[in-house]
């Protein structure tokens, strides 16, 4: 049972604005950034945004945002190398753990 | 630019123990929070141990608390993983990653990471 949700998937076609979300409580969202991942199948995760900020390299169609104990991923243009799994994380100071969440599917 | 590079992975028997490595480069070592973050085969991310530059201690999952030991070696940019008592629950690929900061709030860079698997 993790700590934060997410939605199992969404999908969308090329150039479609897509949102993901990641929920989670006062301990962990509700005090702290949220770091946003994605992994296509067989490789490592990479790093796409860092509370509402770009990694250098990680297209400007990327955007983070956050309200109350929600977390959210913006792709407006989705295109096709955007499809993988995402993960949001961040610390939870209950736990005194990083938290992940379960991650959702993205399909273009 | 920033990379970590992971080493030591492989197949053990239960009860074994494993060293894992992280030799990192780009960037000033001693100056960030540096995580371990595994695998399972078919599953999701599942951070492991963060070690912190302005904390003495080391945080751990439950799952792997007692048995797994996280250590720096500043001189060498390396970062160590030490697990004993392996089972077959830590079968997974462990990655290296370093934080944003320190705080372990964020994950900023990540390796490639290495395969453990602990089978009989």
């Known amino acids: 049972q993790s700590a934060l949700t997410q939605e199992a998937s969404v999908s969308g076609t090329v150039g479609q604005r897509v949102t993901l979300s990641c929920s989670g409580n006062?301990?962990?969202?509700?005090?702290?950034?949220v770091g946003w991942y994605q992994q296509t199948p067989h490789g490592a995760p990479k790093t796409v945004m860092l509370?509402?900020s770009l990694p250098s390299g990680i297209p400007a169609r990327f955007s983070g945002s956050k309200s109350g104990t929600t977390a959210s991923l913006t792709i407006s243009g989705l295109q096709p190398e955007d499809e993988g799994e995402y993960y949001c994380s961040t610390w939870d100071s209950n736990l005194r753990a990083h938290v992940f969440g379960p991650g959702t599917q993205v399909s273009v | 630019q920033v990379q970590l590079a992971e080493s030591g992975g492989g197949v053990v028997q239960p009860g074994g123990s494993l060293r894992l490595a992280c030799v990192t480069s780009?960037?000033?070592?001693?100056?960030?929070?540096m995580h371990w973050v595994r695998q399972a085969p078919g599953k999701g991310l599942q951070w492991v141990a963060l070690?912190?530059?302005?904390?003495?201690?080391?945080y751990y999952a439950d799952s792997v608390k007692g048995r797994f030991t996280v250590s720096r070696d500043n001189s060498k940019n390396t970062l160590y993983l030490q697990m004993n008592n392996l089972t077959p629950d830590d079968t997974a690929v462990y990655f290296c990653?370093?934080?944003?900061?320190?705080?372990?709030?964020?994950?900023?860079?990540w390796g490639q990471g290495v395969p453990v698997v602990v089978s009989s």
């Open positions: 006062n301990n962990n969202i509700g005090s702290y950034d």
């Open positions: 990653a370093r934080d944003r900061w320190s705080l372990g709030v964020q994950i900023a860079s």
């Open positions: 780009g960037f000033n070592f001693r100056s960030f929070g």
């Open positions: 070690s912190r530059i302005d904390d003495p201690n080391v």
């Open positions: 509370g509402n």
